[in-house]
């Protein structure tokens, strides 16, 4: 049997289920067919949105096996016809609510009609606050460490803080996060408030994080934050830490780059760092 995790989100834990023997056999010949919309999980070139499927075989001796295939590995469309079809396939094999505009994202990047409106640009400018504590926009060694990456998400990046757990915006200050279906702008910067990150400057002789907020509307939440040279740095989910956007860019402004469906600007926050070596803003 598979393991199959729907690669989408930024913030949010993936959407994961399990193919039966049948479904699990049918992905073997799949795959066997057209070996090219097999990938490595680690992919660097992948960024905000839809990013496939992460496949993981669940037992030992099984087609799989015998078929030559790794025990994990990831599957994406967009490789032709054959391949497109299997990415859609995979997506009817679920057996857990994702949410129409978690499907639209995925079904339309898969099909390659997805129509995402341009991301919002608003007349806001990011904070110059006195960072004293500039992080690399090209150094992600520690977030892309293997015993790290997979467990850490965007708002752990942001904060700079590894909890292991993909934090959630307020659920250190006990706020629990509405179902995706209703996620805005709104109710994620209400979380990130009860974290208390700030609209202002910190004081004293602390150090300030700067991070800016953006959300796929209905889906998920994605943070950015701002480094070294004024350069803006992300972690895609649990994917690698980067300092481009969809397009490949270097990101000067999270507001002008190319988000994918995090359309929905919802602004910035600073955040006082501790006086610890590497010690970034608590989340949880």
Not at 73 to 85: L, Q, S, T, Y
Request: proline share 7%; net charge negative; with cysteine.
């Amino acid at each position: 049997m598979f393991r199959i995790e729907l690669d989408i989100y930024s913030g949010r834990p993936n959407p994961s289920w399990v193919l039966d023997e049948a479904e699990g056999s049918e992905l073997v010949e799949r795959l066997r067919a057209e070996p090219r919309m097999m990938g490595a999980v680690n992919d660097v070139t992948l960024g905000l949105g839809y990013r496939g499927y992460i496949v993981t075989a669940l037992s030992e001796g099984g087609s799989w096996q015998r078929a030559g295939l790794p025990s994990q590995f990831r599957v994406i469309g967009k490789g032709g016809i054959d391949a497109d079809a299997s990415a859609s396939w995979l997506l009817g094999t679920r057996e857990v609510e994702i949410g129409e505009p978690t499907e639209r994202i995925a079904q339309g990047a898969i099909e390659g009609h997805a129509k995402e409106p341009p991301p919002e640009v608003q007349p806001m400018a990011a904070p110059t606050c006195p960072i004293m504590q500039l992080t690399s926009d090209t150094d992600f060694s520690f977030w892309n460490n293997g015993s790290v990456q997979p467990f850490n998400n965007c708002y752990n990046f942001a904060a700079n803080y590894r909890t292991d757990t993909f934090a959630q915006p307020g659920r250190r200050g006990g706020y629990t996060l509405p179902p995706a279906s209703q996620l805005t702008c709104s109710n994620t910067m209400t979380g990130v408030t009860r974290d208390n990150w700030s609209t202002t400057c910190g004081l004293g002789p602390l150090r300030n994080l700067v991070i800016c907020l953006v959300v796929a509307p209905g889906a998920d939440f994605h943070f950015y934050r701002l480094c070294a040279n004024g350069h803006w740095c992300h972690k895609p989910g649990s994917t690698p830490a980067r300092n481009t956007d969809n397009s490949g860019n270097w990101i000067t402004d999270p507001q002008f780059a190319n988000r994918g469906p995090y359309t929905s600007l919802c602004g910035y926050r600073m955040g006082l760092v501790g006086t610890g070596t590497g010690n970034g803003f608590v989340v949880a």
